[in-house]
């Protein structure tokens, strides 16, 4: 399979499954808690599988995305998930130009 094809494989397997918690935490190199507090706050969206959270491709990238930023500029929380809200709108917006043929 090549790089590409690889990718989608994973992220369709992870769109059905979810990443657990633990892997999440794993994958994304913060702990547990930061997790669930940022849960808590309202800044990441488990989905539910009976009572475990999972987590899409698209919470990884968030989480890594916030905690680069909280690390990186001694973010608060709220500040660094607005960050990472703009970079996914800015990233949406480049795919639609693509899409379009204008980029």
Request: without cysteine; negative net charge.
């Amino acid at each position: 399979m090549s790089g590409s094809l690889t990718a989608i494989a994973i992220d369709a397997i992870l769109e059905e499954h979810g990443l657990t918690l633990r892997q999440l935490a794993a994958l994304a190199a913060v702990d547990h808690e930061w997790i669930s507090h940022h849960v808590a706050e309202g800044l990441l969206t488990p989905s539910r599988h009976g009572e475990e959270w999972r987590f899409s491709s698209a919470t990884l990238l968030r989480v890594k995305r916030i905690a680069n930023i909280e690390r990186q500029f001694e973010a608060i929380p709220e500040l660094a998930a607005l960050v990472a809200d703009m970079q996914e709108e800015i990233d949406d917006l480049r795919r639609r130009l693509r899409r379009a043929g204008l980029e």
